[in-house]
């Protein structure tokens, strides 16, 4: 008999495979939809959320499996985790993650196809298709890579800041500048105001 953890392990791997089945069915409906209508608008953001909702799951199952208590060669009773059934559930749980981001990765490339169209493209599908798009790279990257690319960036920020220093600074100067001409110029008003009273 399988021990708690693992029962409770199971059961949510097995709510989340199915709500990896809910979302691979809901973009197979996609290409029967009509692009940039309220409905479609309703199913990418509904396909958004459980892609949200499933990389959160798999994220806390990957959590949970290193808290089954595992099966030493010592111990006599079956209320621990062979490796063996450890390893298996690691494969599944990989297996899984695989399918998410392939589907993370076919929500990016359908999202064009579904929202382009017309000139006058609704608002509404534009944040949602950036929004989508946005997610569905992030999802299929690694926490290695997504961290590269918020240093590239922080970088690209730092930059655009020192850009916007320097242009401070130089209108700081220019400000200077022309303080100290409005200064003269005022100067030389009074000194010919005083030379016509004289």
């Not at 959320?49 to 499996?65: C, K, W």
């Not at 063996?84 to 695989?98: I, P």
């Not at 608002?123 to 949602?128: A, D, E, I, L, S």
């Not at 298709?129 to 997610?135: I, L, N, P, S, T």
Request: glycine share 4%; proline share 3%; with cysteine.
């Amino acid at each position: 008999m399988a021990n708690l953890a693992e029962l409770i392990w199971l059961k949510e791997y097995g709510e989340a495979s199915r709500l990896a089945d809910e979302i691979s069915k809901m973009l197979s409906e996609c290409g029967s939809l009509p692009p940039s209508e309220p409905a479609t608008q309703r199913h990418l953001s509904s396909m958004i959320r459980r892609m949200r909702i499933l990389s959160a799951r798999l994220g806390n199952l990957e959590t949970d499996l290193t808290s089954i208590p595992r099966k030493s060669r010592f111990s006599l009773l079956r209320k621990f985790t062979s490796d063996k059934e450890m390893r298996k559930r690691q494969e599944m749980l990989s297996n899984l993650r695989a399918r998410e981001q392939q589907m993370a990765s076919a929500l990016a490339d359908i999202m064009p196809e579904d929202l382009a169209g017309s000139s006058n493209e609704v608002k509404t599908g534009r944040v949602c298709f950036d929004q989508a798009r946005g997610f569905a790279f992030a999802a299929v990257l690694d926490n290695q890579r997504i961290v590269s690319v918020q240093t590239q960036i922080m970088r690209k920020q730092d930059e655009v800041l020192d850009r916007l220093e320097e242009a401070a600074l130089t209108t700081k100067q220019i400000a200077l500048a022309m303080n100290e001409e409005l200064n003269l110029h005022t100067r030389l008003t009074v000194s010919i105001y005083l030379l016509f009273l004289i």
